[in-house]
Nanobody, 126 residues
Framework: QVQLVESGGGLVQAGGSLRLSCAAS????????MGWFRQAPGKEREFVAA????????YYADSVKGRFTISRENAKNTAYLQMNSLKPEDTAVYYC???????????????????WGQGTKVTVSS
């Protein structure tokens, strides 16, 4: 069982930066692939970024490639999403997700994940 808690959301102006954190409980965090998703009002949840448990493989949605960076510190049971050059269309509730996985596997579908956090809200003003 893994419990996930996101933090770091807030209000930021367009062009600004935020770093989201996802703190995980459980002894096997280092064997879980992690993902970030977001959901804007009235829209479906969409994939943002994913990282393998080894940290050696990452994958991004085209809409955030070059602006967002996913990373993890297994010793701290924490995953991160560094968001730069934020745009108003990045406004959403951001969720982290986890699942047990092979070393270099990443997943971009929400149904691939077994555990979810409660979300943290990001608002980007124009």
């Amino acid at each position: 069982q893994v419990q996930l808690v996101e933090s770091g959301g807030g209000l930021v102006q367009a062009g600004g930066s935020l770093r989201l954190s996802c703190a995980a409980s459980g002894r096997t965090f280092s064997r879980y692939a992690m993902g970030w998703f977001r959901q804007a009002p009235g829209k479906e949840r969409e994939f943002v970024a994913a990282i393998s448990w080894s940290g050696g493989k990452t994958y991004y949605a085209d809409s955030v490639k070059g602006r967002f960076t996913i990373s993890r510190e297994n010793a701290k049971n924490t995953a991160y999403l560094q968001m730069n050059s934020l745009k108003p269309e990045d406004t959403a509730v951001y969720y982290c997700a986890a699942r047990a996985a092979e070393r270099n596997s990443v997943y971009d579908r929400p149904w691939s994940y077994d555990y979810w956090g409660q979300g943290t809200k990001v608002t980007v003003s124009s």
